[in-house]
Structures are given as structure tokens and as C-alpha cells.
Nanobody
Framework: QVQLEESGGGLVQAGGSLRLSCAAS????????RSWFRQAPGKEREFVAA????????HYSDSAKGRFTISRDNAKNTFYLQMNNLKPEDSAVYYC?????????????????WGQGTQVTVSS
């Protein structure tokens, strides 16, 4: 089974940027949807962004639109989340996840494989 590993988290001041990476252990042909979720303490895991097979379709949460960009590099079996203009409320553990189907992209229960998470902390 494919394994995912996130990297790129850290501490940044409000207004700053971070780029998260999610590397897959193998090139898995079953993957249709690649997504990012996040979970803050005491809150449920929430959808952030998704990129579908073929790269032409992306989805973003309302809080991510205009600030975050999801992309992928097929040659590296890696996908990314570029986060700009970060806010303290973006602080959370960020998880990447993949699945072999399309809809719904925003339900964490529908994903097959998860990374271990990477902490993002935005100071005010």
C-alpha cells in the first residue's frame, strides 16, 4: 500500500508563507484525488484543498481560496500546498490524504491513505 509523508510545517508569523509537501512511497495508479486536511486542537478534521486526476480540477475550502494553492509533481510522486498570507487561525496539524475516487472530496471518512501530519503554527 502506498505510504504518505508530509514535510514543510513550522512556525511562521502572520502574513508569512509555507509550502507543505506530501511524498508518496510509490507511484500508485489507483490514486484519483489528492487532498490536504487540517485539524486544530479540540476541532474536527477539516478539508483544505484537493487536486484531482489530470490536475485540471482543484477544490478549496472557503478559508483557503485565494491564499492556498495545491499542485503536484508527477515525476517526484509528490503534491504540495503553498500557503500564503497565513493567519493565526490557520494553525493546525496538516494532513495529506489520497483516495481512488472523486466525490466527495471534502469528507475525511472517504479517504484511504493518510500521512502522519505536520504542525503549522502561525504567530500573531
Amino acid at each position: 500500500q502506498v505510504q504518505l509523508e508530509e514535510s514543510g510545517g513550522g512556525l511562521v508569523q502572520a502574513g508569512g508563507s509555507l509550502r507543505l509537501s506530501c511524498a508518496a512511497s510509490t507511484r500508485a495508479s489507483f490514486i484519483y484525488t489528492r487532498s490536504w486536511f487540517r485539524q486544530a486542537p479540540g476541532k474536527e478534521r477539516e478539508f483544505v484543498a484537493a487536486i484531482l486526476w489530470g490536475d485540471t480540477i482543484t477544490h478549496y475550502s472557503d478559508s483557503a481560496k485565494g491564499r492556498f494553492t495545491i499542485s503536484r509533481d508527477n515525476a517526484k510522486n509528490t503534491f504540495y500546498l503553498q500557503m500564503n498570507n497565513l493567519k493565526p487561525e490557520d494553525s493546525a496539524v496538516y494532513y495529506c490524504a489520497v483516495k481512488d475516487a472523486r466525490d466527495p472530496v471534502d469528507s475525511p471518512d472517504m479517504y484511504d491513505v493518510w500521512g502522519q501530519g505536520t504542525q503549522v503554527t502561525v504567530s500573531s
